[in-house]
């Protein structure tokens, strides 16, 4: 299936001002090779169809036109495109703007609560519309009450709902209300900073842009729109599971920059079905040059199918596309793995091709890159790239042994995955990217990591593209991203990785090992300490160092493992057995693999099986078991044909 899709306006269009004329583009939609329509249904702070929402709040139940009278031009569209098996995704296109000039028009008239307010604590104004303020918790709920009134209202005739780059977006000038300030002064204790100048990007930046404070007062305010839309989504799907949630931002990081518009995390976080990236460049070497970037830099494999960029068709009056560039858009996305595009607007398909007036673009479309069917449009073969099944179904996980201890009031509903307590502090996972939150339910983390693993020792490991470092209970990064491996803290040093060599660190981050007091060793491999001692690998084999990296135990070993009741396994050829702290076997070597003596035994498998021995090497719970796991509190967890379950110790 190929996404094929065009936006509807109000802006130089009459499409929606006649039935007869939704009917014509409809027609001249499906002819074309098109297979979904985003016709606009909020824009000026009125919706385009008989909204209740409105009428009880505002006391507008649809846009104030002679055209519009007594019609419900979305009902219209929807009937109209079901005749041509076209999909319909509704597009409200102001999203958070109150409206174009009018002092914010009804909505600000009545509610200015609701205004964003720039740093001269004024209605703020950017290019002529005035803006919500969209990090306030009431407008969300507006906004949100208009997605859910068009979802219930429409029902099975519309496929999606669409917010583009007015929603989940707030000029960067915005945010100086005084609920915005305290809510930001609670968490970092001093005031947000003044907004640099803005300007257009062939002008040399205002050095504000790189003030820390203002990269902080940046990624909070876009924080909390990411976190809005994390709790929209799922509301949304909660209504209609099937429905696609698809969103038209800006061009990340410009968007983000200026607009808060963190696509990127929203993609990472799993929180949209479909994402078309505003490409709206004129030139084709630009267009191809920004789709290589948004490809290799915003979207993994397993995120790619959700790519479907917009491409900007023309501007009434100053632009059309080229025919031939057209062409070559189509087929570019095509070569670079893209299965669509969404076009801006429909009234450039209309266009004459300046060197044969008897052809639109529409006809060259149809006659080319779109001639043949490009499929029904699926809204479940699209979510099966998705995190809605999970959601849904409430794919929660919560160590059951620790809930009577944790805060009932944890919105865990908000998580796809939470891992055990350690240390008070949990692992949470959204999509793709991995966080922390506290016994409350509080975040102490971006949720912004590949891995995130326990906490030990008051650190944790977390990783963004491979590179490792670690985080405080406060979620402050104590290292840089920079290890290309590493282990958890334990007794005071954590093992890390640095091109092909290992060492230890302090939890301050600074080297303990290698160190002055020795130098000369370059460790193949590391394992954590346990018992003051820690397995190495130098020339390929193991031995044991002290915290002062000296060589304790000679390097011997196959492989090591690490100390606990003052037996470690280790490996000779292919078997292995136990030693003491000063390298004697305890146990010698004779079992296809073990693990670790806890409550006084420990797993070993012989002969393909899993039983358990004693401190002597004895078996005392017989090799009956597919896998085995060291003993806790007198249990252990054991698999026999693919079944686990627990036993007692004897």
Do not use: C
């Amino acid at each position: 299936m190929e996404i094929r899709g065009v936006w509807i306006t109000t802006t130089n269009s009459t499409v929606l001002n006649e039935r007869k004329n939704i009917a014509e583009a409809m027609k001249l939609l499906a002819k074309t090779g098109f297979n979904v329509v985003f016709p606009v249904v909020w824009n000026n702070g009125t919706t385009n169809y008989p909204s209740q929402v409105m009428k009880e709040k505002f006391g507008i139940e649809i846009k104030d036109l002679k055209e519009f009278k007594d019609r419900d031009p979305l009902r219209e569209v929807i009937e109209e495109a079901k005749k041509v098996d076209i999909a319909v995704i509704p597009w409200l296109e102001y999203g958070f703007k109150s409206s174009y000039g009018q002092k914010g028009g009804k909505i600000l008239e009545k509610k200015p609560e609701w205004a964003a307010l720039g740093f001269d604590r004024q209605f703020l104004v950017i290019n002529g519309f005035y803006w919500l303020n969209s990090l306030d918790s009431e407008v969300q709920d507006f906004l949100l009450s208009l997605f859910l009134e068009i979802i219930n209202k429409y029902g099975d005739g519309i496929v999606g709902i669409q917010g583009d780059d007015n929603f989940l977006a707030l000029p960067m000038e915005g945010g100086y209300d005084d609920k915005t300030i305290k809510r930001y002064q609670d968490v970092f204790n001093e005031l947000p900073p003044k907004p640099p100048e803005r300007r257009s990007p062939q002008e040399p930046r205002d050095p504000q842009w790189q003030n820390p404070q203002w990269k902080q007062w940046v990624r909070w305010r876009a924080d909390i729109l990411s976190h809005f839309l994390n709790s929209f989504y799922r509301k949304i799907i909660k209504v209609n599971p099937e429905l696609i949630i698809s969103l038209s931002p800006s061009i990340y990081p410009w968007g983000y920059e200026n607009y808060l518009q963190d696509s990127q995390t929203w993609v990472d976080l799993g929180l949209v079905d479909l994402i078309h990236p505003q490409v709206y460049r004129e030139k084709i070497e630009d267009y191809k040059n920004e789709i290589n970037r948004i490809k290799t830099t915003q979207f993994n494999q397993q995120q790619s199918s959700q790519l479907i960029p917009g491409v900007l068709l023309n501007k009434k009056g100053t632009y059309l596309i080229k025919p031939q560039d057209l062409i070559e858009v189509v087929k570019y996305n095509r070569d670079a793995g893209i299965q669509g595009e969404a076009l801006f607007f429909y009234e450039g398909l209309r266009e004459k091709d300046p060197n044969n007036n008897n052809i639109t673009l529409a006809d060259i479309l149809q006659s080319s890159v779109y001639s043949e069917y490009p499929g029904k449009f699926d809204p479940k073969e699209i979510k099966k790239n998705t995190f809605t099944q999970r959601r849904i179904n409430n794919y929660t996980y919560l160590n059951i042994s620790q809930t009577q201890e944790t805060n009932p009031q944890i919105p865990l509903h908000l998580f796809d995955w939470i891992e055990p307590f350690s240390e008070d502090i949990a692992a949470v996972k959204i999509g793709y990217k991995w966080g922390y939150i506290d016994k409350t339910g509080k975040l102490i983390s971006r949720v912004e990591y590949d891995s995130a693993a326990p906490f030990t020792e008051g650190l944790a490991i977390v990783n963004i593209n491979n590179k490792y470092g670690y985080i405080d209970k406060t979620g402050k990064r104590i290292t840089d991203l920079k290890f290309d491996d590493a282990l958890s803290f334990s007794q005071g040093m954590a093992a890390v990785k640095t091109g092909n060599q290992w060492g230890y660190i302090e939890p301050t981050g600074k080297f303990i090992i290698p160190s002055i007091i020795s130098p000369t060793f370059i460790f193949d491999d590391a394992k954590s300490f346990s018992e003051e001692l820690a397995a190495i690998k130098i020339s390929n084999k193991w031995g044991y160092i002290d915290k002062l990296g000296q060589a304790i135990i000679p390097f011997q070993f196959d492989d090591a493992g690490k100390f606990a009741q003052g037996f470690a396994s280790v490996k000779v050829a292919n078997q292995w057995g136990y030693i003491d702290k000063y390298g004697n076997f305890l146990i010698k070597p004779q079992f296809e693999e073990v693990d670790i003596f806890a409550e006084e035994l420990a797993p070993a498998k012989i002969t393909g099986k899993w039983g358990y021995i004693n401190l002597f090497g004895e078996f005392i719970i017989p090799p009956n078991f597919d896998f085995a796991k060291p003993f806790s509190e007198g249990l252990a967890l054991v698999n026999v044909a693919g079944k686990w379950g627990y036993i007692r110790k004897p």
